[in-house]
């Protein structure tokens, strides 16, 4: 079973970038693709970016593109997402989770599993 942690939330203000991290224990995250969500105050989870088990495919929710950047490093299976040119609406709490390996970038949040306790995003206008 894999456990996954995020960490490297923070407040910023609009503009402003931030790195997160999905680190894993357990398991090889190599076994895995892997999902960044987020959720807001009063709203549901939103698929923000997902990436294969090798990097070599990515997917992005609409809003993210060319701001948000997804990349892993298997040796220290880890994920980061890489999120710059912040703006308030991405304020929300941002999680990790897993899906096997063998499908598709693009699948529904309900293939995804393991996930983590989130770290909180704070955006400032």
């Known amino acids: 079973q894999v456990q996954l942690v995020e960490s490297g939330g923070g407040s910023v203000q609009t503009g402003g970038s931030l790195r997160l991290s999905c680190a894993a224990s357990g398991r090889s995250l190599s076994n895995y693709g892997l999902g960044w969500f987020r959720q807001a105050p009063g709203k549901e989870r939103e698929f923000v970016a997902a990436?294969?088990?090798?990097?070599?495919?990515?997917y992005y929710v609409d809003s993210v593109k060319g701001r948000f950047t997804i990349s892993r490093d298997n040796a220290k299976n880890t994920v980061y997402l890489q999120m710059n040119s912040l703006k308030p609406e991405d304020t929300a709490v941002y999680s990790c989770?897993?899906?096997?390996?063998?499908?598709?970038?693009?699948?529904?949040?309900?293939?995804?599993?393991?996930w983590g306790q989130g770290t909180q995003v704070t955006v400032s206008s």
């Open positions: 989770a897993v899906r096997p390996a063998g499908l598709r970038v693009e699948v529904p949040v309900t293939w995804y599993s393991a």
């Open positions: 990436i294969s088990w090798n990097g070599g495919s990515t």
